[in-house]
């Protein structure tokens, strides 16, 4: 429970340092694009419908920086469980996005960093697509990582389609994701069913997760079976 406390307190004294400084920058253009940054905490860290932290607390944060050409660079990190020897993640990503004809569209390549980790990073390349439908807004993606030592020699591909919807006259955004993985794990799919809403400078959501696979911890606990996702952050 202190640890809990500690990290709440360091968490909301890191957003309002972030808060001064990235406020600052955004006012002005660094290299023909501004930065941003973002902070936020939750229950557990779920990536693609599996916990990555032991159904734990995760502090996260990202710094970003971004062209007016579309280009966009920056960095992503949360705490996690054990893997390989560390105990963060930190991604690591470049791309560029735009808009054709109503589409919007991203493509970029992401590193998977974990300092002090031993013979675990790996890359990926990603890319999607979105419409906007009215009503709501679409958009479908795939993410390929390569085969490496790393990975056990082992690719992997991942395909989703999420969908976006704000509630009329309210400030409440429902979203929805289905997702197929295959590779580091057989034919996975993972969903999930939430709700944001931005109050006095943070947002907060609440996202319901799940799979169809089971992935056990040394323990026995499940890792990858359904939750409720709370998460309260802000951006800058």
């Given amino acids: 429970m202190k ?10 004294a890191c957003s309002a340092m972030m808060t001064n400084i990235f406020t ?9 694009g501004t930065f941003s940054a973002s902070v936020a905490m939750m229950n557990d860290y779920r990536f693609r419908g599996v916990s990555l932290n032991n159904e734990g607390f995760a502090l996260q944060g990202s710094l970003d920086w971004s062209h007016d050409s579309g280009f966009y660079v920056g960095t992503w990190a949360t705490n996690i469980s054990d893997f390989g020897g560390s105990s963060i993640e930190q991604d690591i990503y470049a791309g560029y996005s735009g808009e054709v ?9 992401l590193l998977y960093h974990y300092p002090g980790g031993s013979n675990v990073d790996y890359f990926e390349l990603y ?3 979105g419409v906007d439908l009215g009503v709501a807004s679409a958009t479908v993606g795939m993410a390929y990582d390569f085969s490496s030592e790393n990975t056990g020699h082992q690719d992997n591909i991942y395909i989703y389609t999420d969908l976006e919807a704000a509630i009329p006259d309210t400030p409440i955004t429902l979203t929805a994701r289905l997702g197929y993985e295959d590779g580091f794990f057989d034919n996975k799919l993972d969903w999930s069913f939430g709700a944001s809403v931005a109050y006095k400078g943070l947002d907060f959501a609440v996202t319901y997760i799940d799979t169809d696979i089971a992935v056990n911890d040394f323990s026995g606990n499940d890792l990858a079976d359904a939750t409720v996702v709370f998460s309260v952050g802000a951006s800058f």
Avoid at 24 to 32: L, N, P, T
């Fill in 3 to 12: 640890k809990l406390k500690l990290m709440l307190i360091t968490s909301v």
């Fill in 24 to 32: 600052a920058q955004a006012e002005e253009e660094a290299f023909g």
């Fill in 101 to 109: 004809k109503g589409f919007t569209f991203d493509v970029g390549g």
């Fill in 127 to 129: 890319g999607s697509v």
